[in-house]
């Protein structure tokens, strides 16, 4: 299990997986619409916004990676923001992450934010905020098992929902 960058090479199991995130309602954990006939420009789309280039209004500069299995199959996405605005900063995080719904339940999401923290730390970051919705038990342990040091709940008014906030120290690791 590795993350990669985007790249049309994962293609063909990324939109199996994107079209059930879809079907779901979590589309915007993808970044952008992808059209199947110019897949490329999709992959160019998401990556160029490590680059802060076509950053939706507010938005800063986020890196996506995606982990794939040793086949190449698209497991799952994880976006790393490289700095917080006051939105990400109870909503958001610097971290979001999310795996194909047929992969779940097998520790990939442990995983995922596992591998993305020393990328994390490449980016330039000392620590990471990583929050979840206060129902979502699964991504609460997931945090805690890569050593998210909790420190609050905050409401987002946006979104009106309460949010777990947690920390992880990146020059302890
Ligand atoms: C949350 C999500 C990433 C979990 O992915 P996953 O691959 O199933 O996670 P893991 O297999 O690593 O499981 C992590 C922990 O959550 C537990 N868990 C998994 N699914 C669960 C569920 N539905 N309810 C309660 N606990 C659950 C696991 O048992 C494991 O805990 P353990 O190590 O103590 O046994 C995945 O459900 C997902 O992509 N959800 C939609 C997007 C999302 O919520 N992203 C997180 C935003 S903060």
Redesign the pocket.
Known sequence: MKLVRPSAQYKASFTEAAREIEAEG?GG?LKASYDENDFQKYCDTVNNLAHGIGLAAGNVSETIFWMVDDSDNFI?NVSIRHSLTDHLFIFGGHI????APR?????????ILMLSLPEASALGLDKVL????NT????A??IE?NGGIFENEMYSETRKVWKRRYWIDLRQR
């Open positions: 979590l954990f799952g979001g992450y999310i795996i992969s779940r339940g097998r520790g990939y999401g442990t995983l990583v929050t979840c919705d979502n038990t699964a991504s342990r997931i098992k």
